[in-house]
């Protein structure tokens, strides 16, 4: 077959674009042609409502889904824990980059007083409001979108405590600040932290060319957590946290997995360490465990809020 330039489909948010430079230096460095092609999606563009009311799961993904679908572009680079665990029918996943830090940090203003008192934290994730809530119930959380460039300008412009965001984002774009903390009690949305590259399943060239970029040990641990995911029915839109993590020394994947309600006061978790032989159903079996134990209630309790 003829060589031909890989069409890499992009948002075009700064982060979005490192992404996709990322993948196509990698690309590149094996040989292969390719092109970035920016294309905006309707999550960067309607910011005036939270997500979860949008009603779409994968809201920033679905633009690029089509683009592919129509031919537009060959192959998408996405921040994997915005996927929704069910890809349209046609695309595959194609490569798992390997996975940077799963870290929630707080950014916020200079002073943490307020972490013993009382406060403002912004954040459009219901994963982070309701695990923030958990913690300092006192506080107030505020919903904030954008993409991070703009995320951090509104935190700077308001009079927020702080806010929370992934630190894998800020530190891929050179936008850490120096006010900040790590919120390592904080379970991170699954897949955190890794960037996923999907393909049309009929396009063998391009998926043998992504299939040198794809990382084992990320690929399992967030496979783990995406089923978790799919099996607690979470979309994008229920405070669900989950995170593996392989020990090289003892051959064990060590899971955590938690659901919240929306206020944070109901918490239903698992935690366990298992033989790395066990990998494929765990995500399963932990998230049937949480179901078992009230998250069958709290999961139709979530819907039900959701909805109003």
């Known amino acids: 077959m003829a060589e031909k330039t890989i069409r890499i489909g992009t948002r075009d948010s700064e982060l979005a674009l490192w992404q996709a430079h990322t993948v196509e230096k990698k690309l590149n460095n094996l040989g292969f042609k390719t092109e970035i092609v920016a294309v905006k999606s309707t999550g960067d563009i309607i910011l005036d409502k939270p997500l979860y009311e949008l009603g779409i799961t994968g809201i920033f993904t679905k633009t690029l889904d089509v683009a592919m679908i129509n ?16 890809l349209p029918k046609g695309i595959v996943q194609a490569a798992v980059l390997e996975r940077a830090t799963t870290l929630d940090i707080l950014v916020h203003k200079g002073n943490l007083d307020f972490l013993n008192a009382t406060g403002t934290i912004a954040t459009g994730s219901l994963r982070r409001q309701a695990q923030w809530l958990n913690k300092y119930p006192t506080h107030n959380v505020v919903d904030l979108r954008g993409n991070v460039n703009s995320r951090m300008k509104k935190l ?21 600040p120096e006010n900040y903390i790590n919120l390592d009690w904080m379970i991170p949305a699954p897949a ?32 783990i957590e995406r089923q978790f995911l799919k099996t607690l ?13 392989y020990n090289e020394d003892e051959d ?11 206020d ?12 790395i032989e066990e990998w494929k159903k765990l995500g399963f ?9 009230g998250g069958t209630k709290l999961m139709t309790e979530i819907k039900n809020n959701l909805k109003k």
């Open 192 to 223: 955190q932290g890794a960037m996923l590259v999907v393909a049309m399943q009929d396009d063998a060239y391009t998926l043998d060319a992504l299939s040198h970029l794809n990382d084992i040990e990320t690929e399992i641990v967030t496979y």
């Open 264 to 275: 944070g006061k109901e918490k239903i978790e698992v935690d366990k360490i298992v033989p």
């Open 285 to 293: 079996y932990s998230a049937q465990e949480v179901l078992n134990n």
């Open 156 to 176: 700077t412009d308001s009079e927020w405590s702080g806010a929370v965001f992934a630190a894998a984002g800020l530190e891929r774009i050179n936008l850490k």
């Open 252 to 262: 064990t994947i060590h899971f955590q997995g938690v659901l919240f309600s929306l």
């Open 71 to 86: 031919g537009a572009v060959d192959i998408a680079v996405h921040s994997m824990k915005d996927v929704p665990t069910a």
């Open 233 to 245: 029915e979470g979309g994008c839109t229920a405070p669900i946290g989950a995170l593996a993590t």
